[in-house]
Nanobody, 126 residues
Framework: QVQLVESGGGLVQAGGSLRLSCAAS????????MGWFRQAPGKEREFVSA????????YYADSVNGRLTVSRDNAKGTVYLQMNSLKPEDTAVYYC???????????????????WGQGTQVTVSS
């Protein structure tokens, strides 16, 4: 059974930092591309970042580019999202997602992902 478990969310002041983690089990992690999405109250889920199987290719939404960094440790089966210079508009539930992929695959559409975590809340106060 595939499980994705996010952690690291919390309350932070504007300008602060958080590091989210997503631990995967029940799959061969190195065969999966990973993504981060978020959903704010009253809004649709939106793409944040994605990373390919090896971690050599990453992709970011324009709204977070330069402030967030995605990385992965295939030996630990974990993907990370380092969040710096946080803004109140970053407040949302953050989800990680996984999809089996070829070596170079990287995906930004939620419908392309097969597995999802339960989410972790990030709240940025002004």
């Amino acid at each position: 059974q595939v499980q994705l478990v996010e952690s690291g969310g919390g309350l932070v002041q504007a300008g602060g930092s958080l590091r989210l983690s997503c631990a995967a089990s029940g799959l061969r992690f190195s065969n999966y591309a990973m993504g981060w999405f978020r959903q704010a109250p009253g809004k649709e889920r939106e793409f944040v970042s994605a990373i390919n199987r090896s971690g050599g290719t990453t992709y970011y939404a324009d709204s977070v580019n330069g402030r967030l960094t995605v990385s992965r440790d295939n030996a630990k089966g974990t993907v990370y999202l380092q969040m710096n210079s946080l803004k109140p508009e970053d407040t949302a539930v953050y989800y990680c997602a996984a999809v089996w992929s070829t070596e170079w695959g990287i995906y930004r559409l939620s419908r392309e992902y097969n597995y999802w975590g339960q989410g972790t809340q990030v709240t940025v106060s002004s």
